[in-house]
């Protein structure tokens, strides 16, 4: 991955990684896994990290793949890739209802705050009167030991608490933009970085 260009924030890890937050990708990482992404982390340990990718729909629709979740999925109901591994796999992420508890809501296994990962073999219909919304991924992001911590340091992701809402966010908005922009400045600033650099 890219190393950090100059003028960027050398401040990337004001928030420590934990499973809630946000990495989000700096305009100088090139990965085409990568580019402009917003990954929430599910779970971080000394042995890794796996997140999923929340701003890359694919044109799967998620009742092609799933018929008893897709009525139930938040719009757009595509399937959303995860991240490059293991892209047969299914995960799922729901924001609960104020008031719903995760430890106590059956089919699911909380991550932070209202944030859940949902179990697909459970029943649907009984889960989704108690969430707010639901998507589904395609494979997931994952870190080996000491790997993110290496690629946060070189400049490649900054590191951001992330909002309920960023798990649901409809296809066509500029989530990438929109936390980078919430940050406040310096961060802020490099929300209008375009995509090709010749542009900047």
Known sequence: MAEGTRGEPAERSAYSVEAGSLLVA??????????RTVVFVIDHRREGTLGVILNR??????SDVLPTWGPHTSRPSAVFVGGPVEQKTALCLAALRTGEDPAGTPGVVGVRGPVALVDLDGDPGALAPRVRGLRVFAGYSGWDRGQLAGEI?????????????DVLAPARYDLWGGVLRRQGVPLALLATHVSEPTRN
Request: zero cysteines; hydrophobic letters at 45%.
């Open 26 to 35: 700096a305009p100088s990482l090139t990965d085409s896994n990568f580019v």
């Open 57 to 62: 729909p694919s044109e799967v629709a998620v």
């Open 153 to 165: 340091s070189r400049g490649d992701w900054f590191v951001v608490p992330a909002l309920p809402d």
